[in-house]
């Protein structure tokens, strides 16, 4: 899932500052897991604003509303209609999901109120860590379904490096905490799967192109 950040309130403040009439509307798939742009959290994005405006004697009205999904057209079509009635959206999604409505909604303003962090896993409740980069070639099926490329401080797609103690990463003390060492824990999951061998296999440098380097990236696939 994509992992999101909610913006200081005095960034989204000065963004939406223009408008009188204003339209925040939420993600309840990725950002709402992440606990950052849901429908509780557009309530509390619309409550804080109307107070932080209020108080600048600023009259702002500002309307609520929250989708299943923000970077699939078909499920914008509410945002859209509601749209028309306010002057600019607010949205509570992942960077695709504010591209899909700037895209939908030519002449309306279209401000984005996360900031989108990493695509990750959820740990534990409030706790997220990112677990995928979307490089474009993927290394799971050789490194027993964990990801070195990511979880890797130095990315080494043929570890370990000598700096691992203990099997955490030598960035835990700059951290402050523990961070284990991908490559170890590549090395136990292989040798309870009795697949230590796949550590033979060599991993030539990648073509981070695939992972964007040339340009926006798109699959296209024939259905």
Not at 173 to 202: F, M, S
Request: net charge negative.
């Amino acid at each position: 899932m994509v992992v999101g950040e909610r913006k200081a309130l005095s960034e989204i403040k000065e963004m939406v500052r223009p408008y009188g009439k204003i339209l925040i509307a939420g993600c309840d798939t990725c950002t709402a897991e992440s606990l950052s742009g849901g429908r509780k959290q557009v309530a509390e994005l619309a409550a804080a604003l109307e107070m932080a405006f209020r108080l600048e004697g600023k009259d702002v009205e500002i309307l609520e509303i929250s989708v299943d999904r923000q970077c699939i057209h078909d499920f914008l079509l509410d945002i859209i209609d509601r749209s028309g009635e306010v002057e600019a959206v607010l949205s509570m999604a992942c960077g695709a999901g504010v591209q899909s409505l700037a895209e939908r909604l030519p002449a309306k303003p279209i401000y984005p109120a996360l900031n989108t962090m990493f695509i990750g896993e959820t740990v534990s409740n409030g706790l997220w860590q990112e677990r995928c980069q979307g490089c474009g070639d993927c290394l799971l099926g050789v490194t027993g379904g964990l990801c070195p490329v990511t979880r890797c401080a130095k990315g080494l797609l043929n570890g370990p490096c000598g700096g691992s103690q203990g099997g955490l990463c030598e960035v835990s003390a700059v951290l402050k905490c523990d961070v284990p060492c991908i490559w170890h824990l590549i090395y136990d999951r292989l040798e309870q799967l009795g697949e230590l061998e796949r550590l033979n296999t060599y991993a030539p440098p990648k073509d981070w192109r695939r992972g964007g380097g040339i340009g926006p990236r798109q699959l296209v696939r024939q259905v």
